[in-house]
Protein backbone atom coordinates (compact mmCIF):
# COMPACT_ATOMS: atom_id res chain seq x y z
CA UNK A 1 0.00 0.00 0.00
CA UNK A 2 3.06 2.11 -0.32
CA UNK A 3 5.25 3.02 -3.06
CA UNK A 4 5.61 4.86 -6.41
CA UNK A 5 2.54 3.76 -7.72
CA UNK A 6 0.53 3.65 -4.69
CA UNK A 7 -3.32 5.17 -4.53
CA UNK A 8 -4.50 6.44 -1.59
CA UNK A 9 -8.18 5.88 -2.39
CA UNK A 10 -7.65 2.95 -4.14
CA UNK A 11 -5.56 1.15 -1.92
CA UNK A 12 -7.92 1.27 0.79
CA UNK A 13 -11.64 -0.31 1.51
CA UNK A 14 -14.73 1.98 1.91
CA UNK A 15 -14.80 0.99 5.44
CA UNK A 16 -11.21 2.18 6.21
CA UNK A 17 -11.56 5.35 4.67
CA UNK A 18 -15.06 6.51 6.21
CA UNK A 19 -13.46 5.42 9.56
CA UNK A 20 -10.38 7.31 8.69
CA UNK A 21 -11.80 10.57 7.28
CA UNK A 22 -15.28 10.62 9.71
CA UNK A 23 -15.49 13.39 12.86
CA UNK A 24 -18.48 12.45 14.08
CA UNK A 25 -17.10 10.95 17.17
CA UNK A 26 -14.13 13.83 17.60
CA UNK A 27 -15.18 15.18 21.06
CA UNK A 28 -14.24 15.75 24.40
CA UNK A 29 -16.63 14.83 27.06
CA UNK A 30 -15.93 16.79 30.44
CA UNK A 31 -18.01 14.30 32.93
CA UNK A 32 -17.93 10.47 31.06
CA UNK A 33 -19.65 7.60 32.50
CA UNK A 34 -15.96 6.18 31.40
CA UNK A 35 -12.47 7.57 30.49
CA UNK A 36 -9.63 6.10 29.59
CA UNK A 37 -6.08 7.64 28.04
CA UNK A 38 -3.01 5.32 26.35
CA UNK A 39 -0.25 6.54 24.28
CA UNK A 40 1.43 4.40 22.07
CA UNK A 41 5.09 3.77 21.66
CA UNK A 42 4.79 5.88 18.02
CA UNK A 43 3.56 8.57 20.43
CA UNK A 44 0.59 8.75 19.73
CA UNK A 45 -2.25 9.55 22.12
CA UNK A 46 -6.19 8.61 22.21
CA UNK A 47 -8.47 9.63 24.88
CA UNK A 48 -11.82 7.72 24.73
CA UNK A 49 -15.29 9.22 26.91
CA UNK A 50 -18.25 6.66 27.59
CA UNK A 51 -21.48 7.69 27.78
CA UNK A 52 -24.06 4.98 29.04
CA UNK A 53 -27.80 4.44 29.36
CA UNK A 54 -28.06 1.85 31.47
CA UNK A 55 -26.24 -1.00 31.17
CA UNK A 56 -25.12 -0.06 27.31
CA UNK A 57 -23.11 2.13 25.38
CA UNK A 58 -25.01 5.21 24.60
CA UNK A 59 -21.88 7.11 23.18
CA UNK A 60 -18.31 6.47 22.45
CA UNK A 61 -16.41 9.67 21.49
CA UNK A 62 -12.37 10.25 21.63
CA UNK A 63 -9.78 12.43 21.05
CA UNK A 64 -6.81 11.62 19.53
CA UNK A 65 -3.55 13.71 18.01
CA UNK A 66 -2.82 10.38 16.00
CA UNK A 67 -2.02 9.38 12.30
CA UNK A 68 -4.89 8.76 10.28
CA UNK A 69 -4.96 5.08 11.07
CA UNK A 70 -5.19 5.64 15.06
CA UNK A 71 -8.03 8.02 13.44
CA UNK A 72 -9.72 4.70 11.63
CA UNK A 73 -9.21 2.69 14.56
CA UNK A 74 -10.72 5.01 17.14
CA UNK A 75 -14.14 5.56 14.64
CA UNK A 76 -14.28 1.72 14.70
CA UNK A 77 -14.06 1.00 18.29
CA UNK A 78 -16.65 3.39 18.18
CA UNK A 79 -18.57 1.47 15.61
CA UNK A 80 -18.38 -1.58 16.95
CA UNK A 81 -19.38 -1.04 20.60
CA UNK A 82 -22.17 1.89 20.42
CA UNK A 83 -25.59 0.25 21.67
CA UNK A 84 -23.95 -2.68 22.73
CA UNK A 85 -24.44 -3.74 26.55
CA UNK A 86 -21.07 -2.84 28.78
CA UNK A 87 -20.30 -6.35 29.05
CA UNK A 88 -20.09 -7.11 25.00
CA UNK A 89 -17.55 -4.06 25.01
CA UNK A 90 -15.23 -5.88 26.79
CA UNK A 91 -15.00 -8.41 24.15
CA UNK A 92 -13.38 -5.91 21.18
CA UNK A 93 -10.09 -7.13 20.30
CA UNK A 94 -7.72 -5.26 17.99
CA UNK A 95 -7.92 -8.21 15.58
CA UNK A 96 -11.71 -7.47 15.11
CA UNK A 97 -11.08 -3.92 14.15
CA UNK A 98 -8.12 -4.84 11.80
CA UNK A 99 -10.71 -6.91 10.35
CA UNK A 100 -13.50 -4.36 10.09
CA UNK A 101 -11.27 -1.61 8.47
CA UNK A 102 -9.98 -4.57 5.69
CA UNK A 103 -6.84 -2.79 4.77
CA UNK A 104 -5.42 -1.26 8.19
CA UNK A 105 -1.52 -1.71 6.65
CA UNK A 106 0.17 -3.91 9.24
CA UNK A 107 2.90 -1.59 10.01
CA UNK A 108 -0.12 0.11 12.18
CA UNK A 109 -1.78 -2.54 13.94
CA UNK A 110 -0.56 -0.91 17.27
CA UNK A 111 -3.11 1.91 16.40
CA UNK A 112 -6.01 -1.11 16.87
CA UNK A 113 -4.51 -2.11 19.98
CA UNK A 114 -3.81 1.67 21.21
CA UNK A 115 -7.40 2.58 20.26
CA UNK A 116 -9.07 -0.65 21.78
CA UNK A 117 -6.46 -0.70 25.05
CA UNK A 118 -8.19 3.43 25.51
CA UNK A 119 -11.28 1.63 25.36
CA UNK A 120 -10.98 -1.23 28.37
CA UNK A 121 -9.38 1.46 30.53
CA UNK A 122 -12.38 3.76 29.80
CA UNK A 123 -14.42 0.39 30.55
CA UNK A 124 -12.47 -0.46 33.44
CA UNK A 125 -12.78 3.54 35.07
CA UNK A 126 -16.86 2.75 34.10
CA UNK A 127 -17.07 -0.24 36.63
CA UNK A 128 -15.27 1.31 39.21
CA UNK A 129 -17.79 4.21 39.24
CA UNK A 130 -20.53 2.02 39.20
CA UNK A 131 -19.00 0.14 41.93
CA UNK A 132 -18.06 2.31 44.32
CA UNK A 133 -20.42 5.58 43.43
CA UNK A 134 -19.44 7.89 46.37
CA UNK A 135 -16.28 8.10 45.06
CA UNK A 136 -17.83 11.00 42.63
CA UNK A 137 -17.77 13.32 45.82
CA UNK A 138 -14.11 13.38 45.75
CA UNK A 139 -13.25 13.51 41.95
CA UNK A 140 -12.23 16.77 40.42
CA UNK A 141 -14.00 17.37 37.01
Known sequence: MTGENS?????????YLEMALRSDHHE?????DGYGKKTGDCRDTIEMFLMLDGDRIKHLAFTTDGCLNTNACGNTVAQ???????????EVTPEQVAAYLETLPADHFHCAELAVGALYLAL???RDKLQTPWKQIYRKG
Open 124 to 126: ADC
Open 28 to 32: EILSP
Open 80 to 90: LVEGQPVEKAW
Open 7 to 15: DFWEDHSLN
